[in-house]
């Protein structure tokens, strides 16, 4: 028995500590998840008055190609059914194009630091991979054209990005999409896209007329809160849609999942209500944090990374102790945590528990 070499030295993916862990573990009564990025509001009640319908259809499979919720997306996003591809989380897609598009030996580039599963996916196919470093907080872009060679087939980007929380604006991106070159498939996630109220942001399925080698992915699992039920799309030209659905699992997305996404999108109320919410959250910690004297990434979707001027794992214990669970350990940033925008009260008791922490640690040192 012998797996595939370049595989061997993966981790198995870390999730955010789940909540009733920590209880169990620490005998806590409360605890707080900030680590995930999760919608606090939950999700809307159109969707589960859908699934609740849905419920009686369990026993039978669902729809493969998820046709009535692709026709609804269409229809909301302006563009034709065929550039329109789901997957079981935006992860799936990840997926679905690092295996669509990358045999051993292709050069893939990413930002450093940015989401983990570009990375991931991309080793499980031996492609050689490219970290471009960001600078302060924000993608390189001029480091990642500077990368591209005759060998270069996926190049992966984030906005906002994960976990710095930062933009890029149309003004950068315009530029930077006329200069790769047509060889290279150039991934957008805008999973956190929903959230960002700049006028300046651009919205990827508008540049994929101009840009043949575009895709944009985006989720239901950040601002329409539902993570758990695992559905996420990729839009692009159809032809390049076709290549990407060539490697799709029959039934990747379920029936729950489908009809309680194409009930949320026509929810426009709770997007609005998630929105204004988090974008309130957003203005509180960047306030708290200038009043600890912390530097942070000016935030954009639903979380902020601080830089706690302390090992951020030694933070991230002594916040979990005091029931809140963060996100840190990045390699890049070994003093900053990741925090997502909670409710109100859940903010407000992060804010108090991180100036304990600091308190405690400026005493012993
Ligand atoms: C959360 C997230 C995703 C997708 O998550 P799914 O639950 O798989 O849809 C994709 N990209 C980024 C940057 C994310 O933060």
Redesign the pocket.
Known sequence: MKAKQNILHLPVYQPGKPIEDVKRELGLDEVIKLAS?ENPIGYSPLAKEAMLKELDLLSLYPDGASVELTDVLAKKLNVNASQIIF??????I?LMIARAFLVPGDETIMADE??G?YKHNCEVENAKIIEVPLIDGVHDLDGMLAAITEKTKVLWI?NP??PTGTILTQSQLIPFLDRVPAHVLVVL?E??CEYVSEADFPDGVSLLDEYENLVV?R????VYGL?AN???YGVGRAEVVKLINQVREPFNTGRLAQVAAKASLLDDEFLVRSRTQNQAGLDYYHEQFARLGLSYFKGYGNFVMVDVKQPSMDIFQRMLRKGIIVRAGWKKYPTSIRVSVGTPDENKKFIVALEQVLKELAVQN
């Not at 989720?219 to 950040?222: I, L, R």
């Open positions: 990025n997957g079981t989380g935006s992860s799936d990840i940015t989401f599963q984030c990005n994960n996630d999973a956190y992915l989720t239901f699992s950040k993570a695992r559905i996420g």
